[in-house]
């Protein structure tokens, strides 16, 4: 029985990949059975994992009315696909809106301003690290100068420079000219890195899932069907 | 009514957590305790809409005939037979629902993205071109970086590996740190409009209004 | 030449995609074994695990789902079956709806492999919908977001739950992910609550956490299946990452040759170009 599966995972996966020669109703078929098999899927995981245990079960097995209140909330939401009573899902669209930001907004100053202003400036957060930017990498480097002791002292201010420039670039309240033109031009520099490393990245991602893929057909399918 | 009570609501909400975030009281603790449990339940139905939104598309497909309508009536078959096996049968491993998760959905949507290989490989070797000063530096850091992540990298020369982790480590730090600060900030300025009731386009028109 | 070079350079991308076919499939078929070296990145994952002591709590949130699953199970397998064989006390969990099937398979089929039993070795929460409230939620009792396992069954009425509240009990939470997730779980789980944060990502994401690795608001970054075949090979469970480092390596270089020839062929046309209209 396992094999009928594993021989239906591996049409359907030829299926898709037959999208790399032309699109084709093959192609079609098997992309909106995906579509459909994902939807339903979805719906009930969403019932078992939450509607379940954290509303119904609460409510009669435990005998807690409390949830009512944001599973009648909850419910609104779905007038949104009427015309007339749309308006309803609003108050519900509130609640989680709101709440979201107000829980996103100082956990987000911490996490992703302060922090990395900190990680910038004063010290890595690793115990035990000395902060990038010190004056006795300097003094290190002066006294002895090498390779490894020169990059351990520019390692410092290369971020900081880099940094502050990154945000001169995104700074689009005055026009790009003058200094502002300047730092932005060496923020797009740091930029350039950045997204360079990230396609580097992004390539190696595409291909592990492509081999991912393979080693199934190849190593998993092919193996067991000839049993070799 | 229609427009004041949400605004009301999102700016209530937004401004009692902020401050909660700042204020431990256990009462505050206690409130916020309840707040939490309400929006697990309250986005699960935000989600189970958009499940409902995908359906109405696909019914509308196929109720009025419209072109490729008989693709609309698989992902809508498919669709019922998922949710009739979870319903009917449960959900864990080894169950039907289970089973179609594993051989149906994992095998095409992990297929789907593979596909992208092929593509960036071919848009490597049409596009990926040193034109310009920019360009030329974001080939040459992606190229250090793809070697010096694969073990071949490492057998060309040590140098490889370090130098693609210095790359990662100072200058790609210092280019995402500037975009997460952006971002940060962004966002922050975004969601403070929302809860005065700046930024309202979340209402969405509905029925006109 | 020009002619010819032109040509060369409009080929049908299909014969690209034939030589990317082949640079996987030949070396899955007859592996060369390069060797793999280790990153500082994942080897600081692998000692925030293994110093930990007998007993301790730890929360894997395998936040991924299929799309994901070549790159990002054998990290998974990886990790889990090291904090069995150290003998920690695992919750999974995932943040994504796609997730609960990927997640249970993975805790399952590890559990399994080093001999651990459900509800006193480890526990499987399942899925729960609204990222943030849910970390947020098991920061004060873990009971807010997942008053039941994914069977259903009672968090008291499990052995090894009884006891655990929430991060104070936590001695590292690691989240393996395709998505940002890893960023919630550092802003809402290590910031509001300072539980230590390990996480494994794929390649997309890896360059884009170095920033939060920086400030050790995350203890080590696992990026691709490069990261997850050094993790593999730390436990010592070479697995399906170590096995795909061949194909890796042959179709990276094939890439980087594409990009040279191509490179060299679009100069060559563009000089004679100017040359031609000069």
Redesign the interface.
Known sequence: MEMVWITISALLTLAIFSFLYKDNPIYKFAEHLLVGASAGYYFVIYFFNSVKPNLIDEVVKNHHLIPLIPGFLGFLILFRLSRKYGWLSRWSIAFYIGTGMGIYIPVAMQANIIEQLRGTMVETGKVGEPPLFNISSFSLLFSDFNWHNLILAINGPILIIGVLCTLAYFFFSKPHKGALGKFAKVGITFLMVGFGASFGYTVMARVSLLIGRMDFLVNTWFRQLFGL | M??E??????????????I???IPHPYS?KF??????????????????G??????V?WNKVSRKQK?WF??L??????????FV??AF????GKP??????????????????????Y???A???T???RTF??T???????????G???????IS?KI?AI??????????????????????G??SM??K??LGVERS???T??G? | MKNLLDKFLKMDRRYIFFLVALGVIIPLIVPIGLPVDITKPVKDVYDAIDSLPEGSYVIISLDYDPATIPELDPMAYAILRHCFRKNLKVITMTLLPAGPGVAEMATKTCAKLENKKYGEDYVFLGYKVGVSAVILGIGEDIRIPFPQDYYGTSIDDLPMMKGYKNYDDTEIVITISGTNVPASWVAYAHQRYHVNVASGVTAVMAADFYPYLQTGQMVGLIGGLKGAAEYEKLVGVPGKAFVGMDAQSIIHSLIIILIIIGNIAYFIVRKSKKEGVG
């Open positions: 229609k427009r009570l949400p605004l009301f609501i999102c700016a209530l909400m937004g401004i009692t957590m902020i909660q975030y700042f603790i916020y305790q309840t707040v939490i449990g309400w929006f697990i339940i309250i986005m699960t139905f935000a989600f189970v809409l499940i409902m939104s995908i359906a109405r696909h490729d693709y609309s698989v992902a809508l078959i498919s669709l019922s037979v998922t949710l979870g319903f449960g959900i864990e491993r629902f289970m089973l179609i998760f594993e051989y149906i959905q994992v095998p095409m949507e992990s297929t789907m993205f593979s596909l992208l290989a092929f960036i490989a071919s490597a070797f049409r990926f071109r040193a920019e360009a530096l974001l080939l040459i850091a992606a190229v250090i970086v793809m070697l992540r694969v073990p071949i990298g490492y057998m040590s590996p693609s982790g210095w790359i990662l480590d100072i200058p790609n730090l210092a280019a995402k740190r500037g975009i997460m600060i952006g971002v940060g900030l966002s922050i969601g403070l929302i809860i979340w209402l969405g509905i029925g209004e």
